[in-house]
Each structure stands twice: as structure tokens, then as C-alpha cells.
């Protein structure tokens, strides 16, 4: 019998004990979000009766005083408590809009591996920063709320565990609290900005954050497969071996072929004056995606962007930080739009018409019917989807299972959405079934 692989740790034992071993300190101050230093909320931190750093204080007439700490009179910038003696020491209050999700005890703390599996949806969905607790077995989630985001919280304390274990706390908002931060982030959740969440996202965080009930990703009757963080693909460069296999593995039109390998092998053929970033390298492959493929879908586009990610990343090193899966699904209806407004969607030979194929006209009506409406982006991706699943037919089933795999949305979001789209005269939808209405 062969022995299953060992599941990889979530975080590093050094990792840690570098969280543990700060004593209040901030670990690289410059690589958190320039917004959340900027903002006035930082305080310094001391020792709390049990010898924690954990108690805040400000500066008073050149002292260090507990008192009136909550004043936001007092909140400065992070840059400049730093300043402040002893040097270095800081932590932030967390109220109004600026709010923590504290998870604690979720790392075990022999294997560091998660106790508690089911926070994956949490980490995947929001596309937060992720860092480590001052006791190297807990997480923060640092967010802020959109304007005219209101929130309810029931409760300060969290209820979400499957697994035993003290779940945590939310601060922030109408349970404003002072946050003992360490800075030290999670490698594989550590993104350059500080997330904003809009009302709908809310919902689904007050659903995860309080009820062990939570809908999961996957029906309840099937084993639920959680996604590992770093299973994210990322192409490489094919070796001689593979040289006639089609690029990224995508089945493109044959009149395509050639430019996408002289793209593959050195991004030739793009215009003058083009982005040489990775990131205008990964645009112009969505482009030529959804001219070039023969069956493009939005989740195959999605795909194809990571992939081009990674491979446009190894040609340029250390140019920029990895991109969350939200920047490459904004990546792919920036593309289509494009695509739509210039007349490109599908590609075209002299004579040709728009739409070679029935799926392609879809493609091409869908876009012009959501530049006509407002609909959110959450929602264009979702309508976007049910969409590419007709592939041409204008009568067909489709679950929300289904959809919620393809778009990686949990079942009970692509409900609300659905019911958004309840109204539309583009798709009509009746419960699994739906009818391409068309423009």
C-alpha cells in the first residue's frame, strides 16, 4: 500500500516563530498596503498584565499612556508611530470601516497545518491579506468596507468551526477593539492592497463567519474538495518535446496557430508601443484567446490568463507581485469589452461575418447586452457563464452547482445572482433551465 503524501504545512515553522518573537515589533512595515499605513489608526503597543503585547497606549507629554487610547484624536499614521519610542512597537484600532476577522487556534501548532480546512473558502473568496498572530496558531484578516456598506454582526464572536477549537472574533464596525498586529503575512495571501467589500460580499461573510452551517462550495451529499492555495497553475515554458503541442493547451482555430507560438516564443507580432509588463502580456493573450480559440468560455479564459501569468512572470522576474484570481476575472471582461466595442470578438477574414458559429454570436450579444446594462461585475461573470454554457444552444439546463465550479463562487452567491437577473430581457431564466433570448 502506498502511503498518501504529507500534507504541506500552511505556514512555515519559522515563519512562526518570527510572529511569536516580535514583542510587538512590525515586521517589514513597507510591504503592507500603502493604505493601511496611511490610514489614522495606529498606536503604540506595550506589555499587558500577563506580559503580552497586547495593551495599547499613545503618546502623552513624551510618555507612554493607556489612557484615552481610544480617542481617534490620538490614531496617527503608521510611518509615525514608528517614530515614537520604543521604536518600532505598534498595533492599530480597528472601527468604522476598517475591520479584522481574528481566527484563533486554527493552525496546529506541531504540524502548522490548518485545524480548520473550511477557512480556505474564507481566504479564496475574500483575496485578502492573511497574517500570523502574535502566538504563531492564529490569523487576521484585515478588510475595509465600501461606502454605504452596512454591516450587522450579531456577535463579536465567531461560530463558523466544523473542528474543536475557540473560532475567533470580529472587530470593527459596532465592535471596535484594538488589534495586536504583526505584519507577518501568509506568502501565499499576501497581496499589495487592503481590501474593500461591497454589500454582497458582506452577506456572505456574515453567513461563513456565524453559522457552522455555512453552505459549502460543493453539494453536501459529495466529498467536499478543498482548493490548496498553491495549486494556482502556472505555465511554463514548453520543452523540444512538446514543440508541437498547442500553446497552454488550448485547441485554437488553425489560422491562429503560428501567431500564437511566435507569441509563445518571444511575444512577437504584438504593435508598437504595446505593454512589456507582465501584466499588458497577459491582456494581449486573453485578447488573442478569445479571437483565437475555437471554443472560448469564460472560465477557460480565466485559466488561460493565470497560465499566461506564470509564464510571462518567468520571463521578467521580480517585476511585480502574483495576481489574485478577481484581477484576472476583471482582466477577461476588460478584454471582451474591448473585443466588442471594436468589433473583434471573434475573428474575421475578408467577407467573413460576425459570429462564425452560433456560440460566437452569443458571445458577441451577451457583451453588448451587459455594456447596455448596469450590472455589477460580480454579476457580469455570472451572466457571462450561463452564457458560454449554452454553446450555441438557445434552450438548455444548466445547475447552480455547475455554474458555482466554473465561476468559483459558492451555490448560495450564484443564487442571488441569479435572482438579479431575474428581470432581464437577454436570458430567460426558469429554475435550471434557460433561453437565450438574444438582442
Known sequence: ???????????????????????GVIHEPRSLPQELREMPVWLKVTLNERGQW????????????SYNWKLSSY?????VVLKQQPAGKAGFHASGSLCVIDLD????????QLKEPKVHDLFEYLKASVYVSSSGKGLHIIFRLQEGVEIDPP??????????GKSGEFLGGKFPSFVA??????????????????????????????????????????????PTPVSTPQARAPRESEANNPPFDIDWKPNYIQHVRN???????????SDETPSGLVYDWVLVYWKGAKKPTWDGAVTLSIRAE???RKRQPGTSSKKPKKWHEGNVISALKQLANKGELVYRRKGDKEGQTPEEDQQLQALKYIQSEKMKPSTQKVFLQIVAAAKGRDHYRLTNEEIADAVGLDRSTIIHHKNKLANNDFLEIKGNVYKILGI
Open 105 to 112: 487556534e486554527v493552525i496546529d501548532p506541531v504540524t502548522r
Open 1 to 23: 500500500m502506498v502511503a498518501e503524501p504529507k500534507p504541506e504545512p500552511f505556514i512555515t515553522e519559522e515563519l512562526a516563530e518570527l510572529a511569536k518573537g516580535l514583542e
Open 75 to 79: 490614531h496617527l499614521a503608521l510611518d
Open 181 to 226: 498586529f504583526t505584519g507577518v503575512a501568509v506568502p501565499q495571501y499576501d497581496y499589495p492592497w487592503l481590501v474593500e467589500i461591497s454589500q454582497e460580499e458582506w452577506e456572505w461573510l456574515r453567513e461563513f463567519l456565524w453559522s457552522v452551517e455555512t453552505v459549502p462550495l460543493t453539494e453536501p451529499s459529495e466529498p467536499i474538495t478543498l
Open 54 to 65: 497586547k495593551k495599547p497606549c499613545v503618546e502623552f507629554r513624551g510618555k507612554l499612556s
Open 263 to 273: 507569441m509563445l516564443r518571444g511575444f512577437n507580432d504584438r504593435p508598437e508601443g
Open 310 to 312: 506564470g509564464y510571462a
Open 155 to 164: 456577535s463579536t464572536k465567531l461560530s463558523y468551526r466544523d473542528t474543536e
